[in-house]
C-alpha cells in the first residue's frame, strides 16, 4: 500500500475547531457518547496516539484503548489541537512512517494500515464536527475511497463493518454519504435529532 498524506484531512479539522464557540461545546454530535467538548476532547487524543505511532515511539499514547476512559478537553485545547494535528500529518509524510508495524489504541498493526486508520479517523471525525456544529464538510475522492476501503464489510452479506453495524444508504447517494453509511452513522444526522451511533 502506498503512502498517503494526512494533511488535507488534518487541516480540515484544525480550521472546523477553530471556529467553535464555547457554548457550543455541550452541543450533541453523531458519535452517542461524546458532546463537542469530547470529540474535541478525543481528536487531541488520536492525534497525539497516530503521530507516535508513526514515530514509532510506543508507551501510553500508543498502548492505550480509546475507550478506557472519558476524554477530557484540555483548558488549551485551542492551541494543542491544531499543533497536534500538524504533527500528525508531519509524522506521517516520513516514509519510514509506513513501513513495518506499529501500534496505536492498544493495537499492532501493519504501519501502512495504521496510517490509513489515522486518515480515516480524521475524515469521519471531521464529519462529526462539522454535523455536530453547524457546517458543511467536503474531503477528496482519493481521501474517501481509502475511507471507503476500510470501513466496507469484508462479507458482502454482513451488515457489520469496520466499526460496527452499517446504515444502509442508497447506492446512487454521494460517495461521502455511503462512506459514512459505513462508518455507522446517518448521513442525514442534524443535532435536532439527538445523538446516533458512532465510534
Known amino acids: 500500500m502506498e503512502p498517503i498524506d494526512l494533511g488535507a484531512a488534518a487541516e480540515r479539522v484544525a ?4 471556529g467553535i464557540d464555547d457554548e ?5 454530535t453523531p458519535c452517542p457518547e461524546y458532546a463537542v467538548r469530547e470529540l474535541l476532547a478525543h481528536l487531541a487524543g488520536l492525534s497525539v496516539a497516530f503521530r507516535d505511532a508513526a514515530r514509532k515511539q510506543f508507551g501510553p499514547t500508543t498502548g492505550t484503548p480509546p475507550g478506557s476512559s472519558r476524554p477530557v478537553l484540555a483548558d488549551d485545547w485551542r492551541t494543542a489541537l491544531p499543533k497536534a494535528l500538524a504533527e500528525l500529518a508531519a509524522a506521517w509524510r516520513e516514509p519510514d512512517a509506513w513501513k513495518g508495524d506499529t501500534q496505536a489504541g492498544g493495537i499492532d498493526l501493519p504501519a501502512a494500515v495504521m496510517g490509513r486508520i489515522a486518515l480515516d479517523e480524521l475524515l469521519i471525525h471531521g464529519w462529526d464536527l462539522a454535523r455536530a456544529t ?3 464538510y467536503e474531503a477528496s475522492e482519493e481521501e474517501l475511497r481509502v475511507s471507503e476501503a ?7 452479506s454482513s451488515e457489520e463493518g469496520f466499526f460496527g453495524p452499517v446504515v444502509a444508504v442508497p447506492d446512487d447517494a454521494p460517495l461521502l454519504d455511503r462512506v459514512i453509511g459505513l462508518s455507522g452513522r446517518r448521513p442525514d444526522w442534524r443535532p435536532a435529532q439527538g445523538v446516533l451511533r458512532g465510534r
Open 150 to 156: 476500510l470501513l466496507a464489510p469484508s462479507d458482502e
Open 15 to 18: 480550521r472546523l475547531a477553530e
Open 24 to 28: 457550543r461545546l455541550g452541543d450533541p
Open 134 to 136: 453547524g457546517r458543511t
